[in-house]
């Protein structure tokens, strides 16, 4: 069963997902850790969350590097893939981090905040992650600096902002948009094509394919999206999400 999409739109939509996924260059590659190049300027580095639920499970996150800066949206799964992430941006790439940003509360976008902090990077996040956080009462490292809509941040010579539409797969997810590269990190928010619906025990599933159609018409000529697990795509993504 296709749910109400056509044949021909799925292998057009699959079409357009492989075609995205062709230009993907392995950089580094552990056991705990995969570094992918999707742009000249765009990585995505892949790690590893075992969960009772889904096994062992695959969390995107995104590197922007311009000039001698970087910065990254949600660390590694591990404090070990977040330390293996850490050396290659600055040791091998010889690049300023400067932020972190944390898409949203869950596991997989901050479960190596500590060896960020550990090196004096900025880590940034929503209001409401920090307000989750705090209420949970965990004595995890947290992120440090928060915003309630949206906030800009240069990273050499270009614009990186930080955007929040709604909820969705939580209540606090947030995505980055860099407009110089037509580039979206949607997160957990922003599902892969084939995807199921995943974990729902934090979701607004009422809200959550309004807040998608908020960023399609925000953003209407994204070129690349990033979910938080699976295969980059491109806008298909997001009408994948709504319809799912």
């Known amino acids: 069963m296709m749910n109400g999409i056509s044949w021909f739109l799925w ?17 580094s590659a552990s056991g705990d850790l995969v570094i992918k190049q999707i742009k000249k300027n765009l990585f995505v580095h ?20 311009n000039g001698d800066e970087a910065i990254v949206f949600d660390t590694p799964a591990n404090e070990e893939a977040s330390r293996q992430l850490l050396n290659w941006i600055q040791h091998k790439q010889g690049k300023h981090l400067k932020a972190l ?28 992650t920090l307000e989750i956080l705090e209420a949970k009462g965990e004595n995890a490292d947290k992120p440090r600096k928060g915003f309630e809509h949206e ?7 270009q614009e990186v902002q930080l955007l929040f539409f709604g909820e969705g797969h939580t209540k606090d997810n947030i995505v980055g948009f ?9 997160g957990c928010l922003m599902k892969s094509m084939g995807a199921g619906k995943g974990f729902l025990g934090d979701a607004n599933t009422e809200e959550w394919s309004n807040t998608v159609m908020r960023i399609k018409e925000t953003l209407p000529n994204l070129k690349t999206v990033i979910p938080g697990h699976g295969n980059v795509g491109g806008n298909e993504l997001l009408d994948y999400t709504i319809q799912l």
Do not use: W
């Open 11 to 27: 292998l057009a939509l699959l079409s357009i997902s492989c075609h995205q996924g062709s230009k993907v260059m392995t950089l």
């Open 46 to 65: 892949e790690s590893y969350l075992t969960t009772n639920d889904f096994g062992k499970v695959a969390c995107n996150g995104m590197i922007f590097i």
């Open 101 to 128: 940003v944390v898409t949203h509360f869950h596991e997989d976008c901050l479960g190596g905040i500590a060896q960020f902090h550990e090196r004096g990077i900025q880590s940034i996040a929503n209001n409401r």
């Open 151 to 157: 906030m800009t941040i240069n990273v050499g010579a």
């Open 178 to 186: 860099i407009p110089s590269e037509k580039t979206l990190f949607g």
